[in-house]
């Protein structure tokens, strides 16, 4: 059974920066995609970034792109997601879902993932 992890979230001000962890277990996840999603009060979850575990390729939302980071940790079944420049329309709870079937040449999905976290809460003050 796959198990994710989320952790890292917290209170930053605005232009801030965190990094978020998400620790997965349960399976060899090298046919998988692993990505992170987010959801504000009132507001449905939305794709923020993606990565491939075998290929490495990213994807973003154009909301994050260049602000957020996302990677992964092979020997340790970890995945990243460094974000910078923080607003407050970054508050959110933020989850890390995985997706398998997922091979080397595939780019990184931004829908279709089956397996999710807890989630971990980010807020963003101005």
């Known amino acids: 059974q796959v198990q994710l992890v989320e952790s890292g979230g917290g209170l930053t001000q605005a232009g801030g920066s965190l990094r978020l962890s998400c620790g997965a277990s349960?399976?060899?996840?090298?046919?998988?995609?692993m990505g992170w999603f987010r959801q504000a009060p009132g507001k449905e979850r939305e794709f923020v970034a993606a990565i491939t575990w075998s290929g490495g390729r990213t994807a973003y939302a154009d909301s994050v792109k260049g602000r957020f980071t996302i990677s992964r940790d092979i020997a340790k079944n970890t995945v990243f997601l460094q974000m910078n420049s923080l607003t407050p329309e970054d508050t959110a709870v933020y989850y890390c879902?995985?997706?398998?079937?997922?091979?080397?040449?595939?780019?990184?999905?931004?829908?279709?993932?089956?397996?999710w976290g807890q989630g971990t809460q980010v807020t963003v003050s101005s």
């Open positions: 349960g399976r060899t996840f090298s046919s998988y995609a």
């Open positions: 879902p995985a997706r398998h079937g997922v091979r080397f040449s595939s780019p990184a999905p931004t829908i279709g993932y089956d397996y």
